[in-house]
């Protein structure tokens, strides 16, 4: 008597999957969200709409991510992931309006009371890894520094600068 074992071939849709069942529905989401950029990616490059640099810097921004994203998942041990920012040397003009220089950034090292530095990812290219910090944490960072805290929507009773228009009623 035999057995017949069907097993069907991988998918785009569950490659890969198997690693990401040890992390949570936050952190398996993300992952899944990169994978889907990585099949857009491969398909505009089969399509030759894009150039093979394009292609290659793409690819690797985008396992930069991955790799960061699984770093922070497994350190933290966390169904949580800030967001994240992937930019090689050229393209720190993207995120900051006077880019810092690479060399010297400090893992941990917060900038412009935006973005918290996590790391190099370093592949074919260097993709600098930065966590976008949410409002809450920009606040707090503001208390420590001696600053008045600003919450995205909230203003201080009394604040000057902030007026409601009045209705006008013609005699």
Known sequence: ?????????????????????????????YLGYLRNEQEVVDDRVSRREVSAAYYRRNS????????????????????????LEAVSRD????????PPRPE?????????????FLGIVRLTESFYVFARLDPYEQ?????REGHEPVLPGVQK??????????????P
Do not use: K
């Not at 057995?3 to 398996?28: H, I, K, M, Y």
């Open 1 to 29: 008597m035999g057995v017949l074992l069907c097993v069907p071939p991988p998918t785009s849709a569950n490659q890969g999957g198997g690693e990401d069942d040890q992390f949570g529905p936050v952190v398996r989401a």
């Open 60 to 83: 690797n921004r985008i396992r930069a991510l991955r790799q960061m994203a699984v770093r922070i998942a497994r350190e933290s041990r966390n169904d949580y992931l800030p967001e």
């Open 91 to 98: 393209e720190m003009g993207l995120l900051f309006e006077r």
């Open 104 to 116: 010297t950034l400090r893992e941990g090292e917060v900038l412009r009371r935006t973005f918290r």
């Open 139 to 143: 606040s707090e960072l503001s208390e």
């Open 157 to 170: 009773a009394g604040t000057p600068g902030l007026t409601r228009a009045r209705r006008t009623t013609s």
